[in-house]
C-alpha cells in the first residue's frame, strides 16, 4: 500500500493506535479521529477554506458512519476470535480470521472512498504537484529505511518489531518461541526494492488519473480499481514474494498459537475481549 493509499484508510491506522493507548485515553482518540486525520492529510495537500470546510464536514460523518456500523463487526469479530484461541486453533480456522480481518478492511475503504475521490477531484494544478513531491519524500524515506539496509540489519528490524508485537500480547517470548521466529526469518523473502517500485508505479497511475479527473465516471472507476485492487500493477516477481509471505506469516502465527502457555492464552483472549467491550461502548456513543 501506498502512502497516498494509507491517507485513505488513515483511520483504521488511528483506531489501532487506540488500540495500544487503551481505556479512557482509546475513548478520547477515537471520538477525535476525523481531528486527527485531517492533520495527517495536511502533511500532503494544503487545502483551501472551502475544502478544509467539506473534509470537516465529510470525516465527521464518516466517523459516525464507522462507529455505527463497523465498530459492532470489529466486536463480533474480536469475540468470535477469543472463542476460537480457547484451544489451539487449526489452519481452516486461523485462515477464516485473516479473511475476515481482510473483509473488514476493505469495508472501510468503500465506505471512505467517494468522498476520498471528491477530494481528489477537486484539487489544483498545484495541489496535486505539492502531493506527489510530499508522496516522492515518502518514497525517499522509504528507501534510506528498508532498501538501502543490509540484510542482516533489515532481518534484525523485523525480529525485534514481531518479537516486541509478541511481547505486548501475551508477554515475553520463551525459547522454543524466540526459536520459530527466528526460522520464520529464513523463510520469508525480502520486497523492500519491489515495494518502492510498486510505490512509485501506483502513484504514477494515480498522477494520470487525475489528468482526466474532471471526467468523473471515468475518473471514479479508476480510483476505485486502484484503491481496491492494487495488486494489478504488481509484477508477477513481487506478487510471488507477497503469497510466500504470507504463508510463512500464517504457518507462523499457527505455530506459535499452539505454543502458547495458559499465562500467555489468557493474557491474550483477556486484551481481544477488553478491545470488543471497548467497540461496543464506543458504537453507543453515536
Known sequence: MTDWMKLMTRGCALLLL??????????????????LARWQLDDYIELDEAQE?????????????HRRQALPRYADWLEA?????????DRATLDGHFERFYALRQELVR??????????AGLSEEQVGALFEALEEDNQDYAEEYVALPKDKLLKKRMKELSGSFKDWVGALRGAEEQRLKQW???????????????RAWQAELRAALAYRQDRPRFAARIEQLFLEPEHLRPAAF???????????????????????DKQRNKLRRKLRGYAEDFRDWAKDS
Open 185 to 199: 526469518l529464513g523463510e520469508i523473502q525480502l520486497s523492500s526494492a519491489d515495494q518502492l517500485e510498486f510505490q
Open 81 to 89: 476470535l477469543d472463542r476460537d484461541l480457547a484451544q489451539p486453533m
Open 111 to 120: 465506505q471512505m472512498l467517494a468522498d476520498g475521490t471528491e477530494l481528489l
Open 18 to 35: 487506540a488500540f495500544a493507548l487503551g481505556g479512557c485515553g482509546s475513548r478520547f482518540v477515537y471520538n477525535r479521529l476525523d481531528t
Open 239 to 261: 506478487q510471488a514474494k507477497i503469497d510466500n509471505n504470507i504463508e510463512a506469516f500464517r504457518r507462523l502465527v499457527l505455530d506459535l498459537n499452539g505454543q502458547l502457555s
Open 53 to 65: 470546510q467539506w473534509l470537516r464536514q465529510r470525516l465527521g460523518a464518516q466517523l459516525e458512519q
